[in-house]
């Protein structure tokens, strides 16, 4: 299901939503795009926008046949040159190679995105600590080394640039077995606001993407390892209420992606919960 199978390369058929890269036309055309977690969903489906809008991808995943594939497709969808790098974002050492490789190879990077994830379910008092770190190392870590390292040279190069970061609406709502997802969230989406106050200074932008429930790897595997069946279907009978038949694609996050990009826009909770929460969220009652 992550697309790494093999077999004869086509165009895709849906890279953006309805309207999503082809109103930015080629907004992109010639910047350098740097994408983790690029080999499949929503990480997939933005290096597939951004391409259709013109920009250069480099395609970051640790699954290296998925980012290979995501490179070629992304080639074939008009970018001028895309290239797939295998990198896990929680090793620090390799993501200080990746940046200094990426930037002798072809230059600063114009907007990085901080997308690759890992879920990890289950009530709190039988999450061991390891399951914590992993999690921790992943979405926290691996986004920090991604803003440290391509920050830095984003505000050396004194031109601006953009970050994203992929948050959750977890990150706005507390969940009886997402504890360690949540939390990870919840911190990616408060770096990404201090970084924002940091970095406008240097026109740097910091975007926190919030989606909600998107129908990718991550859901339908590892988020509902270890949920308890009854909660697994209330989840899954949620979503089929909210969306119908079909779930939110990712494509449709692509879209808000590219859109926070252009707009620089701060917070983007992406789904229709995802916006409910984060309205919950911000009116708290004043006690
Ligand atoms: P996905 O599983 O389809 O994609 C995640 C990608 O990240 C995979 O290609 C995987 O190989 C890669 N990855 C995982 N760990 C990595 C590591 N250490 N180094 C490099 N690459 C790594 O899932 P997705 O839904 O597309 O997830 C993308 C992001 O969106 C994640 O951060 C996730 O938490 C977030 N998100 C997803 C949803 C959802 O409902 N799908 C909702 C909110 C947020």
């Known amino acids: 299901a992550n697309g790494t199978t093999a077999g004869p390369v086509r165009r895709p058929l849906s890279a953006a939503g309805k309207d999503g890269a082809r109103r930015y036309g080629q907004r992109f055309a010639g910047r350098l795009v740097l994408v983790t977690g690029a080999a499949s969903g929503i990480g997939r489906a933005t ?3 951004f391409a259709e809008a013109g920009a250069r991808i480099v395609a970051v995943d640790r699954d290296a046949e998925g980012a290979a594939r995501t490179a070629e497709l992304a080639r074939l969808l008009g970018a001028p040159g895309a290239w797939a790098e295998c990198v896990d974002v929680s090793d620090e050492a390799a993501m200080e190679k990746l940046a200094a490789r990426t930037a002798e190879a072809h230059g600063v990077v114009d ?3 901080n997308n690759a994830g890992i879920g990890v379910a289950g009530p709190f008092l039988d999450t061991p600590p390891e399951a914590w770190r992993k999690v921790l190392d992943v979405n926290l870590w691996g986004v920090l080394h991604g803003c440290r390292l391509f920050g830095r040279q984003m505000a050396e190069r004194g031109e601006g640039g953009h970050i994203v970061n992929t948050a959750s609406a977890a990150a706005f709502q507390p ?6 997802y949540s939390t990870s969230k919840a911190a990616v989406l408060m770096l990404s606001e201090c970084l924002r106050a940091e970095l ?12 909600g429930f998107v129908a990718t790897g991550i859901t339908s595997a590892t988020l509902f390892t270890g949920v308890p069946e009854e909660e697994q279907r209330r989840l899954r009978e949620r979503t089929t209420r909210l969306y119908g038949r079909r779930n939110y ?3 449709r996050v692509a ?3 590219l859109r926070a990009v252009h707009d620089d826009l701060p917070v983007v909770p992406v789904t229709p919960e995802a916006h409910g ?10 006690l």
Do not use: K, N, Q, Y
């Open 200 to 211: 406008g200074d240097r026109d740097i932008g910091v975007t926190a993407v919030c989606p």
């Open 249 to 251: 694609p990712p494509e």
């Open 255 to 257: 879209d808000a992606i």
């Open 47 to 49: 290096a597939f926008a």
């Open 111 to 113: 907007v990085l995105v």
């Open 277 to 286: 929460l984060r309205l919950l969220a911000r009116f708290a009652p004043r």
């Open 175 to 180: 969940s009886r077995t997402l504890s360690a």
